[in-house]
């Protein structure tokens, strides 16, 4: 089984001011938090183990930012 990964791109990321927190409220166990990085608030995961693969931070980034491994079946194509 391949390793779960929450991949983010910072460049793509518009900030959690911007987007209106977005990543964070959408996921169930809460575990995405924000720090200060280049004038922006950008998210981080901090337990990953508690990640239920719902695919909804990935999903529902509007700058398409965000990359959750394994790939959800029959979701986005990479
Ligand atoms: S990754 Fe997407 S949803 Fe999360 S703060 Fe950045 S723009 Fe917003």
């Not at 793509?12 to 927190?21: M, N, P, R, V």
């Not at 166990?29 to 998210?43: A, S, V």
């Not at 509007?62 to 079946?73: F, M, Y």
């Amino acid at each position: 089984m391949s390793e779960l990964q929450f991949i983010h791109d910072v460049d793509k990321c518009i900030g959690a001011d911007e987007c209106g927190e977005i990543c964070e409220r959408i996921c169930p166990p809460d575990i995405i938090e924000y720090k200060e990085e280049d004038g922006k608030r950008i998210p981080y995961v901090t337990d990953i183990e508690l990640c239920m693969k719902d695919h909804g931070c990935q999903n529902n980034c509007p700058a398409g930012a965000i990359t959750i491994l394994p790939p959800q079946e029959d979701g986005r194509d990479y």
